[in-house]
């Protein structure tokens, strides 16, 4: 079974702060990703990487960086972190054009 | 402009009798489909896809879809409905090609004992 891990399952940020996300999938998937959910909003893509160092801009990247320096593991960063990005995150991998297969999620907020 | 749609926010069902959550799109090229399900505070589990072959395709937890081409519809559909499958259900696609899946917004499944 393909597992997708998250470093955390809650996280309470102060505004301002730097925050680091990551995730780990074991399945030698090339393509890995990361959405945030919103009630009402559904899954909106941040960014996603197809191969390691390299990335692209979702949806809506603005606010957040990625780095993928190895292939198993892809971190989300929120530089100076907002009252707005409070939400839940979400990240998944899959191989080539194939189903994602998602982590638990990590619910972060921010006051 | 490529979209998914999941026309109903909220299904509700009793517990046994058929139920069905509607998903159309918009996309150029040959899409590949997929539904996937939430359950409260847990990621997307992965229920089934259409890529090619027989329009109907059978999935987890004893759910199954339809494609239909001419409708450009994939409804998510199981015989009987239990009470644990009481989730937020999603539909999404990708036309082929692209990495990137575009999802619905969800469907919120109430399935009363």
């Known amino acids: 079974d393909v597992k997708v891990t998250q470093s955390s399952r809650y996280l309470v940020k102060r505004t301002g702060e730097k925050v680091f996300l990551e995730c780990v999938q074991d399945m030698d998937h090339e393509n890995m990703f990361w959405y945030r959910q919103d009630p009402g909003l559904g899954l909106r893509l941040i960014y996603f990487?197809?191969?390691?160092?390299?990335?692209e801009k979702g949806d809506i990247p603005e606010g957040y960086s990625v780095s993928r320096e190895k292939k198993e593991r892809f971190s989300l960063i929120l530089e100076s972190a907002s009252t707005n990005q409070t939400s839940m995150y979400l990240c998944?991998?899959?191989?080539?054009?194939?189903?994602?297969?998602f982590g638990p999620g990590t619910r972060l907020t921010v006051t | 402009a490529q979209s998914v749609a999941q026309p109903e926010d909220q299904v509700n069902v009793a517990e046994g009798n058929p139920l069905t959550v509607k998903c159309t799109y918009s996309v150029s090229g040959n899409p590949y489909l997929f539904w996937y399900v939430q359950y409260p505070n847990r990621g997307l589990q992965f229920l089934l896809k259409?890529?090619?072959?027989d329009n109907l395709v059978k999935g987890s937890y004893g759910f199954e879809a339809e494609f239909n081409k001419s409708q450009t519809s994939f409804h998510l559909k199981k015989p009987s409905a239990l009470v644990s499958d009481s989730a937020l259900y999603f539909c999404?696609?990708?036309?082929?090609?692209?990495?990137?899946?575009?999802w619905g917004l969800g469907t919120s499944l109430a399935v009363n004992p």
């Open positions: 990487s197809y191969d390691v160092k390299m990335k």
């Open positions: 998944a991998s899959s191989l080539e054009v194939s189903e994602q297969y």
């Open positions: 259409y890529i090619t072959g």
């Open positions: 999404a696609v990708n036309a082929g090609n692209n990495r990137k899946l575009i």
